[in-house]
């Protein structure tokens, strides 16, 4: 097990390293005349960064051991029921209740004082979940086409928009479409993932490792129709409420942050663990020495879930929001390329980013590394956080990308393997995890209130919108990686069938 932690620590490491670098780096350099952080800011950002990677290892190795192996077992468990109602039933339910729970929605809900109630905005993303989830379990079930279930729903999606439109609410697009990339955070994407993994391999059929993605990507598209229909009731449009997004009142409120996130996360694991044990002693019947181990890796997975939280409410939130603030206010275009270069590196630090590339290293047998996944997601990513930027300083609607960008990735789903699609899918959920939440969004929060000139109404609607973009560039890069695997596979083969063919017939040995 201390090799295992040690090892974890030393990817984490690695990970959060980049970001930290150059965001202390960017603290010594004048900007106006003036230092962007104070030396207090810098502390409290070193110190939480060093926590960050703890957190992380911690985390990545609970996952490891409890989460991905508990999801797995009740996805089994469920299937040899042969109960489909059963199976859809608890699969609702579940997918309400971590939903309702996970640390992503609550921060999100939190920064957004909107004519809706708080509550009402994190059942309705729940409902939204546990529906698609069921969607999700019953594609496995009846083998159905991933592709053709994401084309139909993202239509019915952009034709939302337009009766937002027509009604005069596009101002809830951004808050909706932001809905769907956090719901998918560090708590549900190893569960569902492993809940998938598990009810595919019971099923069987040869598409078996297809059928086991393409979860996350169902129940990224639920939370954003639900909140569209919900906006829909609702009367008036969204208002902002800027947070205290000082160092010192982070620091000042420390154990309240602390007590929260521990009560979150304690939460959201504790409805896992009832229908875990549910099953274990009606269908599962696990050894002690198997349940011990999922007892000691749920420990890791709620300490490395709780230290990472923290870390970024103290640290990297204060410090992303002045950070953003400030440079726009020193220069647009050197903010825009900072905004890339933050998002090349941030993804490396997302927690369920290494469960999904494991995951997916496991299940296509090495054909799609590691290393090509880290770099497919950075690309994305820093892409997205760019483009973001740019929309700030222009104001113009987030539809404006994302429109084109669904199009064009859905347009992709029919030249590229079903495999690299339905992954494609999964990993735009994962990539807008907590760090992008409670990092990228304040930088942008900061920037646009400077754009501004500290004009606060325009936040909601240019602003908001980041995590959507983060959840959607993944979709076109990685299957551009699907595209380039076959592509390569064809050249390959038809350079080996010109080598055969054009090879001397004298050395060819005829048997009788």
């Not at 003036?34 to 960050?52: D, H, I, Y």
């Not at 007590?259 to 996360?265: G, Q, T």
Request: aromatic residues 10%; charged residues 10%; proline residues 4%.
């Amino acid at each position: 097990m201390g090799k295992a932690l040690f090892t974890k620590l030393k990817e984490s490491l690695i990970s959060v390293l980049p970001v930290t670098v150059i965001v202390l780096a960017l603290s010594f350099i004048p900007l106006g005349g003036s230092q962007p952080l104070t030396w207090q800011e810098q502390l409290t950002f070193g110190v939480s960064a060093v926590f960050l990677i703890i957190g992380i290892g911690l985390f990545n190795l609970g996952a490891d051991i409890a989460m991905s192996p508990m999801g797995e077992q009740i996805g089994v468990g469920l299937t040899k029921s042969k109960k489909v109602g059963v199976l859809v039933s608890v699969c609702f339910v579940m997918g309400v209740l971590i939903t309702v729970a996970e640390p992503d929605l609550s921060v999100l809900a939190e920064q957004v004082n909107a004519v809706m109630n708080g509550m009402v905005l994190i059942v309705t993303v729940g409902v939204g979940v546990g529906l698609f989830l069921v969607l999700s379990i019953l594609k496995i079930v009846f083998r159905k086409n991933l592709s053709a279930m994401l084309m139909f729903f993202y239509m019915a999606l952009f034709a939302l928009c337009a009766v937002l439109a027509e009604n005069g609410k596009l101002d809830f697009l951004p808050l909706s479409f932001d809905s769907g990339g956090v719901t998918t955070g560090p708590i549900t994407v190893p569960f569902i993932m492993a809940l998938g993994v598990g009810i595919s391999a019971t099923i069987g059929g040869r598409n078996s490792t297809e059928n086991s993605f393409g979860l996350i990507a169902l129940c990224s598209i639920g939370p954003i129709l639900a909140v569209m229909i919900l906006a829909l009731t609702a009367d008036g449009v969204p208002k902002y409420t800027l947070p205290d997004y000082s160092v010192a009142g982070a620091l000042e409120n420390i154990w309240k942050t602390l007590l929260e996130h521990f009560l979150d996360v304690l939460k959201a694991l504790a409805l896992i663990v009832v229908f875990f044990l549910v099953l274990q002693f009606t269908v599962l019947k696990l050894p002690k020495k198997k349940l011990l181990q999922i007892g000691v890796g749920l420990s890791y997975t709620l300490v490395g879930l709780v230290v990472f939280l923290v870390a970024v409410t103290v640290g990297f939130m204060p410090v992303g929001f002045k950070l953003g603030q400030q440079i726009a206010a020193f220069n647009r275009p050197f903010l825009v390329i900072l905004g890339f270069v933050l998002g090349l590196v941030v993804v490396l630090a997302e927690p369920a980013v290494h469960v999904l590339n494991k995951q997916v290293y496991e299940a296509t047998g090495g054909g799609v590394k590691k290393l090509e996944m880290f770099i497919a997601l950075s690309v994305a990513v820093g892409i997205s956080i760019g483009l973001s930027l740019i929309r700030i300083i222009y104001r113009f609607s987030v539809l404006y990308y994302l429109i084109p960008g669904y199009l064009i990735s859905l347009g992709l789903s029919f030249f590229v393997p079903k495999l690299y699609t339905a992954i494609a899918f999964d990993s735009g959920g994962v990539a807008s995890g907590p760090l992008t939440s409670s990092f990228i969004l304040p930088f942008a929060i900061g920037a646009c209130a400077a754009l501004n000139g500290g004009d606060r109404s325009r936040i909601m609607t240019d602003a908001f919108g980041i995590v959507a973009m983060v959840a959607m560039t993944p979709l076109i890069t990685i299957q551009i990686l699907g595209f380039k695997a076959i592509t390569s596979a064809k050249v390959r083969h038809k350079i080996t069938m010109k080598r055969i063919l054009s090879a001397d017939d004298e050395q060819i040995i005829y048997f009788k």
